[in-house]
């Protein structure tokens, strides 16, 4: 047990694979034993990979828990489980991706996206909050994304999904405040996890109906390359991101936003620099049709020119 105080009690939603496993391990292995860690997820005949990479500390510092954030019951009996409903630090990381023209995509699919990415989170929140503004402690950690910031393209309705929690969340920061319950956005770019593979593997088998031949041509042989590209040459671990999750946590002033991915501080930076959006639009256009395989390569060059001319900071793992 953590010497000179409580072990903090921390709630993952996701944790069967990806980000949420890595974070939940990453504390749960905390040498200082200075979190207690529920890991959850939807379908607990998953835990498997979780049970094995938590080790000894399985039954220990790490419990599992079942918790579906689409559905309301699961959420409250999940809560009510917990002795006292008390948690200190609630991560909602689950989430899904969604990948190709909009016109093939049905309204159910997306609204799929929506129900896990944004009402998922509200539903968490909604659930947990009330206590931890009655003690007026507690931090809330949600796993946004760079795509909350900036819209990619054929990412159209993930996108949207994200942008929606980043303003949810923005607004909830400063009520949240004066209860001195803290918020803070994890933004990563791409990262190492099933949702590329289950992404891809989507792609590999749909045919887009729905959708023109150059669309379907401009998503399949421009847009997929590029983007694998993109992975291969930027993408960063599921452990980066649990240990930057966690320097958010340890942080004594922890920041509300937070990219983890410095080649992605250009995309924002192009954002804020023209105000009529022009400048963003153009250099996506131009990176994704004109520069091709170079472009992950402009986008090292453009990151170090926003990082050392404005200065702009992501948080690192190490
Ligand atoms: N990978 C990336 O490039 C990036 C990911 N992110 C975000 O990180 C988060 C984690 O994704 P990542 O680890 O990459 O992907 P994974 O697909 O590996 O993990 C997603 C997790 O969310 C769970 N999940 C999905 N729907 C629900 C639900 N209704 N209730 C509870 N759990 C659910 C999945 O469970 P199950 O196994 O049952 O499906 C899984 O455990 C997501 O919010 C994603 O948007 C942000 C930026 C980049
Ligand atoms: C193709 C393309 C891009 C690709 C970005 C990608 C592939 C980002 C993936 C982010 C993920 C997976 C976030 C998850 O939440 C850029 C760099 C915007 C430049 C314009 C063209």
Redesign the pocket.
């Known amino acids: 047990m953590a010497s000179g105080g409580e072990q903090k009690v921390v709630l993952i939603?996701?944790?069967?694979?990806?980000?949420?496993?890595?974070i939940a391990v990453l504390l749960a292995r905390d040498e200082l034993k200075r979190y207690h860690v529920i890991a959850?997820?939807?379908?607990l005949r998953?835990k498997d990979r979780l049970v094995e990479a938590a080790g000894d500390t399985y039954g220990q510092t790490l419990t599992l828990l079942s918790?579906?954030?689409?559905?309301d019951d699961?959420v409250r009996k999940c809560i009510d489980s917990v002795k006292d409903r008390h948690i200190d630090i609630l991560i909602?990381?689950?989430?899904?991706?969604l990948l190709g023209p909009v016109e093939s995509i049905s309204m159910d699919e997306m609204k799929k996206v929506f129900?896990?990415?944004f009402f998922?989170t509200v539903r968490m929140i909604k659930e947990v909050m009330p206590d931890m503004k009655k003690r007026r402690a507690g931090h809330i950690i949600v796993?946004?994304?760079?795509?909350g910031l900036q819209g990619v393209v054929f990412n159209d309705v993930?996108t949207a999904s994200?942008f929606a929690i980043e303003g949810f969340c923005e607004s909830m920061a400063v009520q949240l405040l004066k209860f001195n319950v803290k918020l803070s956005l994890?933004?990563?770019?791409?990262?190492?996890?099933?949702?590329?593979t289950?992404m891809m593997e989507e792609v590999a088998k749909m045919e887009y109906p729905g959708a023109d031949a150059d669309t379907v041509r401009y998503f399949k042989d421009v847009y997929i390359p590029s983007s694998i590209d993109i992975?291969e040459a930027l993408?960063q671990t599921?452990e980066d991101?649990a240990k930057c999750t966690k320097k958010v946590i340890e942080s004594s002033r922890p920041r509300f936003r937070n990219l983890t991915n410095s080649l992605y501080t250009p995309i924002v930076a192009m954002k804020y620099a023209d105000e009529s959006g022009g400048l963003s639009v153009h250099t996506f256009y131009n990176l994704l049709f004109n520069f091709g395989s170079l472009m992950h390569i402009t986008m090292s060059i453009l990151k170090c020119l926003t990082c050392s001319c404005l200065r702009r900071r992501t948080i690192s793992p190490d």
């Open positions: 939603t996701g944790c069967s694979s990806g980000i949420g496993l890595r959850t997820m939807r379908d998953k918790l579906d954030v689409c559905s699961s909602n990381n689950a989430g899904v991706g129900e896990t990415n998922g796993m946004s994304s760079v795509m993930y994200k994890i933004e990563p770019g791409p990262v190492h996890t099933e949702f590329e289950k992975f993408g599921p991101i």
